[in-house]
């Protein structure tokens, strides 16, 4: 950094901290104001000479105090307010509600009624599938049925669970 822009900031710093001050009413953003329009000055002055650094730093922390107020109103308008103190009530809990527990549970004895109906070599398939997560080659090879076997008793176990759900929803 050129020690000309460090004492000219130095040299305007109070007068900086007043002109952000004044703008967003808080000592801490303001410093923080005047901080980044040191900063932007630097990177300005890496890229060519600055002819007025005094000007550029005021114009820039007045630019940055003003995009402040911008962003905390914008957050003020769209976001909740912050509070330390949440109310134990507006909390969302992860649970499911006793309703979506019901209706789960229906829906669960629904499944396995269809699953009770499947001929035993599908459910077996099915399970030794979906569950145990193995592939069709080694349900044939384990089961002593063709792949095509085995490919077909799925198919005619997903049918029957969608048959069978989607007449319990009509239901």
């Not at 992860?94 to 396995?112: G, I, K, T, Y």
Request: proline share 5%; charged share 25%.
């Amino acid at each position: 950094m050129p020690a000309s822009l460090t004492a000219i900031y130095l040299d305007h710093r109070q007068s900086l901290l007043g002109r952000a001050l004044r703008i967003v009413r808080d000592v801490p953003t303001a410093e923080d104001v005047i901080q980044e329009s040191y900063l932007r000055a630097c990177n300005a002055e890496r890229k060519g000479p600055i002819d007025n650094i005094g000007a550029f730093l005021h114009r820039t922390v007045h630019n940055l105090a003003l995009d402040h107020i911008r962003r905390r109103r914008t957050q003020e308008r769209f976001e909740a307010p912050h509070s330390d103190a949440a109310d134990p009530l507006e909390i969302a809990c992860d649970a499911p509600s006793v309703e979506d527990r019901l209706l789960h549970r229906e829906r669960l004895a629904q499944f396995m009624g269809a699953m009770e109906a499947l001929p035993e070599r599908a459910r077996r398939i099915w399970v030794l599938n979906r569950v145990e997560g193995m592939s069709y080659p080694q349900i044939a090879a384990h089961l002593g049925v063709s792949q095509g076997t085995v490919f077909n008793d799925m198919k005619l176990a997903m049918g029957h669970f969608v048959d069978a759900l989607s007449r319990a929803d009509r239901g």
